[in-house]
């Protein structure tokens, strides 16, 4: 039999959001649902105009965030990129990153390696650079 993990991102993996008193986004990370031990996947769905109310950056971990439907502006370090449905952007350790929806909400995918466990991440509340 082959050797696999399935889950639906929305149905079967918690929104983390609600416990850290963030509102108008919803935020699912499937890496122990998947059973991955290399890297992690998380979904986001953020309602219209709504922005990330931290930003982050690792030390060794890569993120990839693939908009998948809607879309998003992402600051990264001090620039802002838009991005559109399907658009990806890879943000490599040490930057500093966040996200806010567009006028129509942004579902977006986060791809990350390797597995860190978070150890290497550092938040900063209301952190986005000047536009």
Same mark, same amino acid.
């Given at each position: 039999?082959?050797?696999? @993990?399935?889950?639906? /991102? ?9 416990? %850290? ?15 991955? @031990?290399? $890297?992690?996947? $998380?979904? %986001? ?6 922005? @990330?109310? =931290?930003?982050? @950056? ?15 502006? %992402?600051?990264?370090?001090?620039? /802002? ?14 930057? =500093?990153?966040?996200?806010? #929806? $567009? #006028? ?5 995918? #986060?791809?990350?390696?390797? %597995? ?10 209301? =952190? =986005?650079?000047?536009?």
């Amino acid at each position: 039999m082959a050797d696999y @993990t399935k889950v639906n /991102l929305v149905e079967d993996v918690d929104d983390m959001a609600p416990g %850290f008193g963030v509102e108008g986004i919803q935020a699912r990370f499937a890496r122990k649902n998947l059973e991955l @031990t290399k $890297g992690g996947v $998380g979904h %986001f769905r953020i309602e219209p105009n709504v922005r @990330t109310p =931290w930003g982050h @950056t690792h030390s060794e971990q890569e993120e990839i965030y693939v908009v998948v439907n809607g879309s998003a502006r %992402f600051a990264v370090g001090d620039e /802002l990129v838009d991005a559109a449905q399907w658009d990806a952007i890879r943000v490599p350790p040490g930057e =500093w990153r966040g996200m806010e #929806a $567009g #006028a129509d909400g942004a579902e977006v995918v #986060a791809f990350g390696a390797p %597995f860190t466990d978070n150890k290497d991440a550092e938040m900063k509340p209301g =952190w =986005w650079p000047e536009s």
